[in-house]
């Protein structure tokens, strides 16, 4: 019998066909306002997921793919400084994620908000450093938030079924329900604007990113993982594991195809 498809597949299929499409219109498509729109719907839900999962392991090729990935970017820039890699902040991300737990859960809404207000102020320089920059991190608490919403959600499920939850009491808090109502809206809100700042959207098509924006934020606060209430079609669910399995090297394939095509044949870039 196949593996059923995850909630977490097809976010990230959908994610990295977003990406698709925004680096296609960003390499090769002269007027590319549009597929650049479609493409600010990916890097939301990979932020996010960084901060949803528990995984502390930081794999060393990330490291690489994001070096090799940087350098591809300089060289099409005449090797002027380019902001590293989003596999260098999802890196970050990673490393980091364990202290921000440890602080949310023993100051609470002090922490939630230094950790805020931090991020607002790092997003000139962060920028500047490394991808998405501070408004991927506030992404990233948005997924941290949620994870710890569910977990204590499935903890009172225990304690009402009359089950021991002891071991679970360190996440049961009413705080996470509101830190994740209000990181959302701040984390959608900061994005679309810093998005704006870079792209200058037209009304309608910043319209577009508002919207698509929003229905991506509502997906995520109602985001679990597990398997799909929704199973497609086998071809279909293939096709849905593969993309949602595959992201990281799907990723590399196209933005390193994409850079060496157009430093090789300058002609055909946008």
């Known amino acids: 019998m196949s593996a059923a498809v995850d909630n977490c597949d097809w976010l990230k299929a959908g994610a990295i066909m977003m990406v698709a499409i925004g680096h296609t219109g960003y390499f090769f498509i002269e007027d590319a306002?549009?597929?650049?729109?479609?493409g600010r719907m990916a890097a939301?839900?990979?932020?996010?997921?960084?901060?949803?999962?528990?995984?502390?392991?930081?794999?060393?090729?990330?490291?690489?793919l994001g070096i090799i990935l940087t350098l591809l970017d300089c060289w099409n820039n005449d090797w002027d400084w380019m902001p590293l890699n989003i596999l260098f902040s999802l890196a970050l991300i990673r490393l980091v994620?364990?202290?921000?737990?440890?602080?949310?859960?023993?100051?609470?809404?002090?922490?939630?908000?230094?950790?805020?207000?931090?991020?607002l102020l790092v997003l000139p320089l962060a920028d500047e450093v490394v991808d998405y920059g501070a408004e991927g991190w506030l992404w990233a608490l948005f997924g941290l938030c949620q994870r710890m919403y569910v977990?204590?959600?499935?903890?009172?499920?225990?304690?009402?079924a009359g089950q021991d939850s002891r071991s679970h009491a360190w996440i049961m808090s009413p705080n996470w329900r509101w830190m994740r109502l209000l990181i959302?809206?701040?984390?959608a809100i900061v994005y679309v604007w810093q998005e704006q700042l870079v792209f200058f959207f037209s009304d309608s098509q910043l319209v577009a990113v508002t919207a698509g924006v929003s229905l991506l934020s509502m997906a995520l606060w109602l985001f679990v993982r597990g398997p799909s209430p929704v199973q497609p079609p086998e071809p279909l669910a293939r096709a849905l594991r593969f993309l949602g399995r595959h992201t990281l090297e799907?990723?590399?394939?196209?933005?390193?195809?994409?850079?060496?095509?157009?430093?090789?044949?300058?002609?055909?870039?946008?």
Request: hydrophobic letters at 55%; a positive charge.
């Open 33 to 38: 306002a549009w597929w650049s729109v479609f």
């Open 44 to 64: 939301p839900a990979f932020f996010f997921l960084m901060g949803y999962a528990r995984s502390r392991r930081i794999p060393l090729k990330w490291v690489w």
């Open 97 to 119: 994620r364990p202290t921000a737990l440890r602080l949310l859960q023993r100051y609470s809404w002090v922490s939630f908000v230094l950790m805020i207000s931090a991020l």
């Open 151 to 160: 977990d204590a959600e499935t903890a009172s499920d225990f304690e009402r």
């Open 184 to 187: 959302c809206p701040v984390a």
């Open 250 to 270: 799907i990723y590399v394939i196209q933005l390193a195809g994409s850079e060496l095509i157009i430093g090789v044949f300058p002609d055909l870039a946008a």
